[in-house]
């Protein structure tokens, strides 16, 4: 029980101060730790029955397979979707946003994490008025958005750039719904909005026998003047290949949505973003190629570097076969190697040296009380300090008898005793006194 108090004794005391030093170590190093990815996060889409919102449901299903609640919240469109970004008191860190309405310079807390579909924007007229071009518009009543929506500022942008603006036309700030009832009732002669071509809504205009969709003959000029359009093409027929509708091939252009988010979003979350937009964007339509969104790219907002970093190398090793979780808790750990191997690497050389040290003093502090009576010994050999001698000998051997080494010690221990039989013998050739 003794000796192997001893042994415990002998590992707290070669132990205990370089735990506390690895402590110490550990504790400094996770102060460069990159806090955990939240478990909750807000993304700003559109109206209840928009693409938006639909969308957002979708990122909400995706991220919740990596244990990540995503909350949709409704809005009234882009521009309530970028100012609630730049409001870190709304709570939103994601939205979706139609192109050409924020840039870095007036939105510097925000970034892109690339473009993930084509919004069509589609002009839709009475049958019975002449118009070709944008500049036609003038002296019209005109459907051009809600306030709060995305399609107002891009189309009177474009209007704009026609010359046509509030002073020469009446812009009406009705709903896509809204807009096309209002054309279809004889209220407005010219309505905009953005909406993808297989919706309802769209089919039943192009069909509408007093109701004709824009062909943008300007389509080249637009995308030179807003680079973030990009011209489509609707072919001949393929809305009804029955009635061939349309008629023949439209040009349309096509602000790109992009998901934006807050600069300061976890990286872990871009990262499962982009992967969401994968998976939901990926897939080919009426004006996209399979895989061909999302998209890289960013012409107003810069792309977030995190984002980029996933589109070129994809997902992190370790989230590519272990869980979220695991993995993301594993990445963030990773700065903790440096003081790990900084301490292990070292003490894997150190340790063994100061348990032979340990080791080693147990038997030759026993030297020293030997050569101690050695000393006395050849100092004074008097029969009147035989008494003594002996019993300082016999304590020496007593504590000796006790010592537990390993076996690669055993030599140390046995020449000690050689060395004490020694002495005793030396003590022995002592007379007493008669």
Known sequence: MGSRMRLLKDWALILGPLLLFILAGFALAYQYVEPPPPRHIVMATGTEKGAYYAFGKKY???????????????????????????????????????????????????????????????????ADLKVEHLSDMKGLRIAVGPEGSGTRPLVTALLGASGVDAANATFLGANSAESAQLLLDGTADVIFFTMAAEADLVRSLLHAPKIKVLNFEQADALTRLFPYLVKIVLPAGVVDMAQNIPAHDVTLVAPAASLVV??????????????????????????????????????????????????????????????????????????????????????????PMIYQWRIKQRIFRWYDQ????????????????????????????????????????????????????????RIAAIKPNP
């Not at 810069?302 to 869980?323: F, T």
């Not at 006790?402 to 010690?409: E, G, M, N, S, T």
Request: net charge neutral; hydrophobic share 40%.
């Open 60 to 126: 909400a299903e995706i991220l919740s397979r990596s244990g990540v609640s995503l909350e949709v919240r409704r809005s009234a469109g882009s521009i309530e979707n970028i100012a609630l970004l730049n409001d870190p008191k709304s709570g939103v860190q994601a939205a979706l946003v139609q192109g050409g309405l924020a840039d870095d310079v007036s939105n510097p807390d925000l970034s892109s994490l690339g473009r993930v579909f084509l919004e069509p924007l589609w002009v839709f007229h009475r």
């Open 262 to 351: 807050r600069r300061d979003l976890h990286p872990a979350i871009v990262g499962l973003l982009v992967s969401a937009a994968r998976e939901i964007h990926s897939g080919s339509g009426l004006f996209q190629k399979g895989g061909e969104y999302p998209q890289a790219l960013a012409t107003e907002l810069s792309l977030n570097e995190n984002a980029a970093h996933y589109y070129k190398y994809g997902p992190p090793i370790l989230q590519r076969y272990l869980p979220f979780g695991l993995a993301t808790f594993l990445e963030r750990m990773r700065i903790m190697i440096i003081p790990i191997a900084g301490i292990l690497l070292p003490l894997g050389r150190i340790l």
């Open 370 to 425: 030997l050569k101690h009576l050695e000393r006395d010994l050849r100092a004074d050999k008097s029969p009147e300090r035989l008494p003594q001698y002996l019993e300082r000998i016999h304590h020496i051997e007593d504590q000796v008898s006790v010592i537990r080494v390993p076996r690669a010690f055993s030599d140390l221990l046995y020449n000690l005793r050689s060395a004490i039989d020694l002495v005793r013998q």
